[in-house]
């Protein structure tokens, strides 16, 4: 059974929508539970997410943590019951019986991996950006693929790196990719081009490359951070 776990900081606009996508793609009997961990949202956040899970039969909980998806999602999967974790961002939608894809990669000894993923978009370069993510290659990942892991080898990684602020779904996928257990369900995950539409998409895909290359010639997870800060996170 799955886990899925969703870090979420003033996810208002996005919670019941999401909440509502994965009860009506999945079957109950694969769901062991819905964890929304929150960052100490502003918003009415917590809120929705209480009212949603008071609404349906599947279990919804919502606890709080420190801010930090690293933090978030590692408490979510110590409260997590099944056995395979699913992390999903909150602007991002699995495809439909996305449960049963994922079980059914397990069940062939896949034991971690992501969707293909669209964004939300037309443009030219969030579109070509998309395609790239059908290749099981390490370059084309990103935590907005979404990320499947058994409990087991999670743990056995020792979970996401809560050094790093930013760049810890890429950590975790090294981790995985250097045990040569990584998989891309070759069904559409889609994910909002919100951050891109905010800013320069093409400027902003820029400073998402340096950050890669900078990890890759050994910045610190504070170098990584500082970067982040200024020039994405304003």
């Keep these: 059974m799955l886990s899925i776990i969703i870090p979420v900081l003033n996810e208002s606009e996005n ?16 769901i062991s539970e819905i964890i ?4 100490g949202s502003t918003d009415t956040t917590c809120q929705l997410t209480t ?24 408490l979510g999967a110590k409260q997590a019951k099944g056995d395979i974790l699913y992390f999903l961002h909150a602007d991002s939608y699995p495809p439909k019986d996305f449960d049963s894809l ?6 062939k000894d896949n034991l971690a991996g992501c969707f293909r ?37 999670f743990n056995e990684i020792g979970g996401y790196d809560e050094t790093y602020t930013i760049y810890e ?4 996928i090294s981790e995985l990719y250097e045990r040569k257990q990584f998989v891309v369900i070759q069904h559409w995950l889609y994910s909002s081009a919100r951050r891109y539409e905010h800013h320069s998409i093409l400027k902003l895909q820029y400073h998402f490359l340096t950050i890669y290359v900078k990890k ?5 997870a504070d170098d990584l951070y500082a970067y982040y800060q200024k020039y994405i996170q304003k």
Excluded: P, Y
């Design 15 to 30: 919670i019941t929508a999401l909440l509502t996508h994965l009860v009506e793609n999945s079957r109950a009997q694969h």
């Design 169 to 172: 779904d890429n950590i975790l």
């Design 117 to 153: 993923m669209k964004f939300k978009s037309t443009h030219w370069w969030l579109r070509l950006a998309g395609w790239f993510t059908k290749f099981n290659w390490r370059a084309c990942r990103g935590g907005d693929q979404s990320q499947f892991i058994i409990k087991d080898l």
């Design 36 to 39: 929304v961990v929150d960052g």
């Design 216 to 220: 890759f010639f050994g910045a610190s």
């Design 102 to 107: 994922i079980i059914s990669e397990v069940q």
């Design 51 to 74: 009212n949603f899970a008071e609404n349906t039969t599947l279990s919804v909980q919502l606890f709080s943590s420190e801010r930090g998806r690293a933090k978030q999602m590692n």
